[in-house]
């Protein structure tokens, strides 16, 4: 699945990110490949928002839909 099709409360390990212009994109929001993110809110047609660490920020969708993620449980597997 992409970043763009999290619900929110859904937490997500970011995978790997082929594309380099997308990989610095990311980088720059903290999304490096293995973080573990929860989603709070997923504007249709807009910006996921996410949490991680305390903090929240907004992916565009753009960016989010070019971005693989795995859901996780709330033990830190995957689903």
């Known amino acids: 699945m992409t970043l763009d099709e999290v619900t929110r409360g859904m937490s997500v390990r970011v995978g790997a990110i082929e594309e380099k212009e997308v990989r610095v994109q990311a980088l720059r929001l903290g999304l ?9 809110a997923n504007v249709w047609a807009g910006a996921v928002v996410l949490a991680r660490g305390g903090q929240e920020f907004a992916v565009g969708q753009r960016l989010a839909e070019r971005i693989r993620v795995w859901p996780v449980s709330r033990s830190g597997g995957r689903r």
């Open 32 to 40: 490096t490949e293995g973080a573990v993110v929860t989603c709070t």
